[in-house]
Each structure stands twice: as structure tokens, then as C-alpha cells.
């Protein structure tokens, strides 16, 4: 009983959620999405609120480009295993076994692919100063406090 309540679950969870999670839209460009997150990285070393010095600049530079590669085949990974399991969840021939296997298939891979993000933080971590990870926080917090309003007036 237990494990079908949690497959049905599963199920409303991939098949109703966001798109950047399992039910991509047809026609999400992965790509695209990477691109924008590059781009991201370039608007960090140019953010005024961080005051980075050119070493700085040029540490992040060379963090975010030998990085990029193994990122960047990582969230491929994640976004190929996450086509397979809207597949599978699709396809009437998949047991809940076949469904639980590709799903900890996937679980591993988003596992990894965050370990290579918070590795990357940790780096950018060692050439910012403590001020600019302060300034650079209290932005992002109020980014999220500005979008969750936005989202509460919908």
C-alpha cells in the first residue's frame, strides 16, 4: 500500500511539476538554459555589489571555465534521464520496478550534478572576501523576497 501511495505521488509530482523539473515542455531548449546560466556567471563577475578586483575577475574566469565541461555534461545527463523517466512514466509496459530503477538512476545523477555546484561555490568561495559573500547574499535575498511577492499578487 505504502509503495503504491508513494509511486501515485511520484507520479502527480512529475507529471503537474514546474517545467525545470521532470515534464519539460516539448519545446525547452536544455541548451538555451545552459547558455543562461553561463551568461549568469559572466553578470556575477560584472555585479557592482561585489566590487571584484581584475585578480578576482581572472581567478573566476579560469574557475568557471574549467568547470564549464563537466557542468555542462552533467545537467545533459540529468535532462536525457529526466526525458526517460516522462517517458517511462508514459508507457503502460514499464513496471514500478522498471520506474523506481530509472528514478535512482536519475537521483544519482542530480546527486552529482549539485556536488558540482556546491564544488564551485566552494571555489568561488576561496577568492571572494567575506564582505563580498555577505553583499552578494543580502542581494540574492532580496531577489527571492521580490519574486515570491510577485508570485503572491498572481
Known amino acids: 500500500m505504502k509503495k503504491n501511495f508513494l509511486v501515485a505521488s511520484q507520479l502527480i509530482c512529475i507529471l503537474f511539476s514546474s517545467p525545470?523539473?521532470?515534464?519539460?515542455?516539448?519545446?525547452?531548449?536544455?541548451?538555451?538554459?545552459?547558455?543562461y546560466t553561463l551568461m549568469r556567471h559572466e553578470k556575477f563577475l560584472e555585479d557592482p555589489i561585489l566590487s571584484l578586483t581584475q585578480e578576482q575577475?581572472?581567478?573566476?574566469?579560469?574557475?568557471?571555465?574549467?568547470?564549464?565541461?563537466?557542468?555542462?555534461?552533467?545537467?545533459?545527463?540529468?535532462?536525457?534521464?529526466?526525458?526517460?523517466?516522462?517517458?517511462?512514466?508514459?508507457?503502460?509496459?514499464k513496471s514500478e520496478k522498471d520506474l523506481y530503477q530509472i528514478h535512482d538512476d536519475l537521483d544519482?545523477?542530480?546527486?552529482?550534478?549539485?556536488?558540482?555546484?556546491?564544488?564551485?561555490?566552494l571555489k568561488i568561495r576561496s577568492v571572494i572576501t567575506s564582505e563580498q559573500r555577505k553583499?552578494?547574499?543580502?542581494?540574492?535575498?532580496?531577489?527571492?523576497?521580490?519574486?515570491?511577492?510577485?508570485?503572491?499578487?498572481?
Not at 20 to 35: G, I, L, M
Not at 109 to 117: A, M, P, T
Open 20 to 35: 525545470f523539473t521532470y515534464a519539460q515542455p516539448s519545446n525547452y531548449n536544455h541548451e538555451e538554459a545552459h547558455d
Open 57 to 93: 575577475k581572472d581567478k573566476l574566469k579560469k574557475i568557471f571555465s574549467e568547470s564549464k565541461a563537466e557542468m555542462k555534461k552533467a545537467g545533459n545527463e540529468v535532462w536525457e534521464k529526466r526525458k526517460v523517466l516522462r517517458d517511462a512514466i508514459i508507457d503502460e509496459k
Open 108 to 121: 544519482k545523477l542530480q546527486k552529482y550534478s549539485s556536488s558540482l555546484h556546491f564544488k564551485l561555490m
Open 135 to 154: 553583499n552578494f547574499f543580502k542581494k540574492m535575498e532580496s531577489r527571492r523576497k521580490n519574486h515570491h511577492s510577485d508570485k503572491d499578487k498572481l
